[in-house]
Nanobody, 123 residues
Framework: QVQLIESGGGLVQAGGSLRLSCTVSGRTFLGYAMGWFRQAPGKEREFVATVSWSSYTDYSDSVKNRFTISRDNAKSTVYLQMNSLKPEDTAVYYC?????????????????WGQGTQVTVSS
């Protein structure tokens, strides 16, 4: 059984930082891209960042230069370092495991999902 376990969410003031972690079990981690998506209340789930098996990265325009995605293949873990947080970053953040090795912004390209972790940024 494949599991993606997220941690690191919480409440932070605007301008602050958080680091999300997502550990994968039950599936080979190396060789597949990983992604982070988020969903704010009343909005659709949106792409945040993705990292390929070889650590090539891609970001949405709204988080570029503020967020950093990385992976530790030895620990089967992907991270999302979030700096300069804004109230509009408030959402439930989901870790996702891709069907493919290369990056993608499409949620349909991801077959495994975590349970989500809440990030709340106060103004």
């Amino acid at each position: 059984q494949v599991q993606l376990i997220e941690s690191g969410g919480g409440l932070v003031q605007a301008g602050g930082s958080l680091r999300l972690s997502c550990t994968v079990s039950g599936r080979t981690f190396l060789g597949y891209a990983m992604g982070w998506f988020r969903q704010a209340p009343g909005k659709e789930r949106e792409f945040v960042a993705t990292v390929s098996w070889s650590s090539y990265t891609d970001y949405s325009d709204s988080v570029k230069n503020r967020f950093t995605i990385s992976r530790d293949n030895a620990k089967s873990t992907v991270y999302l370092q979030m700096n300069s947080l804004k109230p509009e970053d408030t959402a439930v953040y989901y870790c996702a495991g891709s069907r493919y090795s290369s990056t993608s912004r499409r949620s349909s390209d991801y077959e495994y999902w975590g349970q989500g972790t809440q990030v709340t940024v106060s103004s």
